[in-house]
């Protein structure tokens, strides 16, 4: 399973030994194929030679002159901000997951609005996109690469309804397993696959044979790239301002088995509403997947309308509307849409990467399209479509993919080009075990196992000790 888990997270599947200078030498060809080989410590991703992914020619160091005849081996050094820039953003998931409830203000908007907390899905998004230009700069077969990127879509699927389809009770409760009629179907990991998924396919088979020598040279080669992003954000206008959203209900669990559960109508009749109860964002989900399939603790339970402490969760008010105990899944089937946009435009990071060594030329291009990207979210929040994580709307995919640029690239000045390495051991570390860290800690794999050793009674566990209780 350790292949997915990198792919989640756009780690790399192997890394390299490094040498004393911390340089990476070069694989040796494979006599068959001519790659190198997965055995020499080369990273392979979904069929295809990833030699130097992750890795960029040291441009303040000379090549060095080696055997064989006087050839010039040139050697590589890790892109250490990609792996520090994914470390910080686990610790940015860790801390807005454990304390986002004891400080409001940087748990996830209820809904409109944008928190720290609301910038941890697209970084991830963002890093992945990037991981993907640097793994795919060769291939040997698209067909079966193809075959590879969807194999492991389906392993990230399967792995993402075990660990969030409720199989795991949580904290506070010593049962696990979880009715198949009630399993939640998405989730963080499925976001991902899908994200990764459209990304791959895209640069496996949307990718031009154009020279690149300029930023506009770029845009040409891959054009069709931009095309799809272009469809996609058509695609997801047209459904959210375009599709009649009808009344709907839902029900409550009754407190005894004995009981009926309630029954609640949401009125609507609607097109283009973009609020928590009619929005076609969350009409889809229900049709598709089944209301029972969805996430049942919306981050709109904690909006003015629905609790008395908000931000905070709380009692309903006394003239609650009725749709504020309804499921809602903020990693639903249309906010995909655009989350698979967020990958694209770390692709198109990635591209710099591979097409452009010069690091002023990097930072220019970066930061061109990171404050553009910025300046046209803002923009379109002023104008009526509201930065929005729960839809994942169009200005939410574009001021934190900016984000996500403009701070990439600072972390890039500071580590690649600073050779300040040192003083982000810790975010790097954690970015080369981002998908462990992620399992152990954000799906509380880790807490519910040693919930399970307790003295005499249950209530007496290793977290109830140190003081860790049920959120």
């Given at each position: 399973m350790a292949a997915q888990f990198h792919t989640a997270m756009g780690v790399y599947e192997r890394v390299r030994t490094e040498d004393a200078n911390g340089d990476v030498e070069k694989a040796s060809p494979d006599a068959k194929g001519g790659?190198?080989?997965?055995?020499?410590g080369c990273v392979v991703v979904g069929g295809v030679d990833v030699e130097a992914a992750g890795r960029v020619p040291d441009s303040r160091s000379a090549s060095r002159r080696g055997g064989g005849g006087g050839r010039e081996s040139e050697r590589r050094q890790r892109l250490v901000s990609l792996d520090v820039f994914r470390g910080l953003s686990v610790v940015l998931m860790i801390v807005v997951d454990h304390l986002g409830g004891i400080f409001p203000t940087i748990?996830?908007?209820?809904?409109?609005?944008?928190?720290?907390?609301?910038?941890?899905?697209?970084?991830?998004?963002?890093?992945?996109?990037?991981?993907?230009?640097?793994?795919?700069?060769?291939?040997?077969?698209?067909?079966?690469?193809?075959?590879?990127?969807?194999?492991?879509?389906?392993?990230?699927?399967?792995?993402?309804?075990?660990?969030?389809?409720?199989?795991?009770?949580?904290?506070?409760?010593?049962?696990?397993?979880?009715?198949?009629?009630?399993?939640?179907?998405?989730?963080?990991?499925?976001?991902?696959?899908?994200?990764f998924m459209v990304a791959a396919l895209c640069e496996i088979w949307l990718k031009g044979d154009d020279d690149v020598n300029s930023g506009f040279s770029?845009?040409?080669?891959?054009?069709?790239?931009?095309?799809?992003?272009?469809?996609?954000?058509?695609?997801?206008?047209?459904?959210?301002?375009?599709?009649?959203?009808?009344?709907?209900?839902?029900?409550?669990?009754?407190?005894?088995?004995?009981?009926?559960?309630?029954?609640?109508?949401?009125?609507?009749?609607?097109?283009?509403?973009?609020?928590?109860?009619?929005?076609?964002?969350?009409?889809?989900?229900?049709?598709?997947?089944?209301?029972?399939?969805?996430?049942?603790?919306?981050?709109?339970?904690?909006?003015?309308?629905?609790?008395?402490?908000?931000?905070?969760?709380?009692?309903?008010?006394?003239?609650?509307?009725?749709?504020?105990?309804?499921?809602?899944?903020?990693?639903?089937?249309?906010?995909?849409?655009?989350?698979?946009?967020?990958?694209?435009?770390?692709?198109?990071?990635?591209?710099?990467i591979v097409h452009f060594k010069d690091h002023g030329d990097r930072t220019f291009l970066w930061m061109i399209s990171s404050s553009f990207l910025v300046v046209l979210g803002l923009a379109l929040d002023l104008f009526g479509m509201h930065v929005n994580k729960a839809l994942y709307s169009c200005s939410y995919t574009a001021v934190t993919a900016g984000v996500a640029g403009i701070l990439f690239t600072l972390i890039y000045l500071m580590v690649d080009f600073g050779g300040l390495r040192r003083t982000t051991t810790v975010l790097e570390w954690i970015g080369k075990h981002a998908l462990t860290i992620y399992v152990i800690a954000a799906t509380n794999v880790l807490p519910v196992f040693l919930q399970g050793f307790y003295w005499r009674h249950p209530e007496n566990n290793i977290l109830s000790l140190i003081g860790i209780r049920k959120r």
């Open positions: 790659f190198p080989r997965a055995s020499d748990n996830h908007s209820p809904w409109d609005g944008l928190t720290l907390a609301d910038y941890v899905m697209p970084f991830f998004l963002f890093i992945v996109g990037v991981s993907l230009g640097l793994a795919y700069k060769k291939m040997s077969s698209r067909a079966s690469a193809t075959r590879k990127v969807l194999l492991r879509v389906l392993k990230l699927l399967l792995l993402g309804l075990f660990l969030q389809g409720g199989y795991f009770h949580g904290l506070g409760s010593l049962n696990y397993g979880v009715d198949m009629q009630q399993m939640r179907f998405m989730g963080i990991l499925q976001r991902i696959a899908i994200a770029l845009l040409k080669k891959y054009r069709r790239q931009w095309a799809m992003v272009l469809v996609l954000t058509i695609v997801y206008i047209a459904l959210l301002y375009g599709l009649y959203v009808p009344d709907w209900e839902y029900q409550i669990p009754a407190e005894s088995p004995s009981l009926s559960p309630e029954r609640i109508l949401v009125k609507c009749g609607v097109r283009g509403n973009t609020g928590p109860a009619c929005n076609a964002v969350a009409m889809i989900d229900r049709e598709v997947l089944g209301i029972r399939h969805l996430y049942r603790k919306p981050s709109y339970a904690r909006t003015k309308q629905c609790s008395i402490h908000s931000p905070e969760p709380g009692p309903l008010p006394a003239n609650a509307p009725s749709w504020c105990q309804a499921p809602f899944d903020p990693e639903g089937l249309l906010s995909s849409v655009m989350a698979a946009v967020t990958c694209l435009v770390g692709l198109h990071f990635g591209h710099v």
